[in-house]
């Protein structure tokens, strides 16, 4: 497959009732995600160097939008550099836990929801940055997510996403490993590109790419930490 294409691993679902593909969506990710909340951090030093660089780029006058949040780690560190964040995923139990957090480490700017990032949230241009953490290559579709994740910035807005991109990683990962797991269960439906293709990707949505970098301190690093702003064309 050329490196620069974007595509699902496995059979892309047909659109189906909303609701009802949105739960099977997230049961992956609801069975794992007190796993997830109790997992060490694998590169602590890179995603602290991530965590330095995007609270570079936030103020305190921001409002701010983070999909596909997992258990709020990131978005408890970062609620403090904005006005406001509201953290979402589409996994209830990664927000339960999420905001369990949150009421035991109260931070006023910050608030949880259960949302998609497939579908259309509430807040068309109504946040100045959109962050997605380890989220892109999850969803399923990535123009249309980006799509979306565009609308709801204001003119001039920041996009700040970190994507692992699985095209860039051994063969056998994707083309082995990963469908062998997901036929277990142990893997969820990951989309397969590389940094070229998701660059491309976001400038497709009329965003202007401002910076690309890797954070990873630990050998050849897949996940690229892109930021890009709503020019104009958006
Ligand atoms: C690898 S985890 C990353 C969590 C967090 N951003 C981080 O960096 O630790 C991916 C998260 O994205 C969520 N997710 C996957 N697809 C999603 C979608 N279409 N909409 C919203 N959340 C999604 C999963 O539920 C999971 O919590």
Redesign the pocket.
């Known amino acids: 497959m050329p490196s620069s294409t974007i595509s699902p691993l496995a059979d892309a679902p047909p659109a189906v009732h909303a609701s009802a593909s949105h739960a099977r969506?997230?049961r992956f990710?609801d069975r794992v995600a007190v796993k997830?909340a109790a997992d060490p951090i694998v590169d602590p030093a890179g995603y602290e160097s991530t965590l330095w660089r995007v609270q570079g780029l936030l103020t305190t006058d921001m409002d701010v939008l983070e999909?596909?949040?997992?258990t709020g780690?990131?978005a408890l560190r970062l609620a403090r550099h904005t006005r406001r964040l509201l953290a979402?995923?589409?996994?209830p139990a990664?927000i339960a836990i999420a905001r369990q957090k949150l009421t035991d480490q109260p931070m006023q700017q910050l608030s949880f929801a259960v949302?998609?990032?497939?579908e259309p949230m509430a807040g068309q241009g109504e946040y100045d940055a959109v962050l997605a953490?380890?989220?892109l290559h999850?969803?399923?579709d990535l123009d249309r997510?980006l799509q979306l994740a565009v609308r709801a910035l204001r003119p001039g807005g920041l996009l700040i996403s970190k994507t692992a991109c699985i095209s860039e990683m051994n063969p056998l990962i994707p083309w082995l490993a990963i469908p062998l797991m997901r036929a277990i269960g142990k893997a969820?439906h990951v989309l397969c590109f590389d940094a070229k293709a998701l660059k491309a990707a976001i400038v497709r949505q009329g965003m202007v790419i401002e910076s690309v970098e890797r954070h990873g301190t630990r050998g050849k690093d897949f996940r690229v930490f892109i930021v890009a702003r709503k020019g104009d064309a958006a």
Not at 67 to 70: A, D, L, N, Q, S
Not at 88 to 91: E, L, P, R
């Open positions: 969506k997230a990710w997830y999909i596909g949040c997992g780690t990131t979402t995923d589409f996994s990664m949302a998609d990032a497939d953490f380890n989220l999850l969803v399923d997510a969820p």
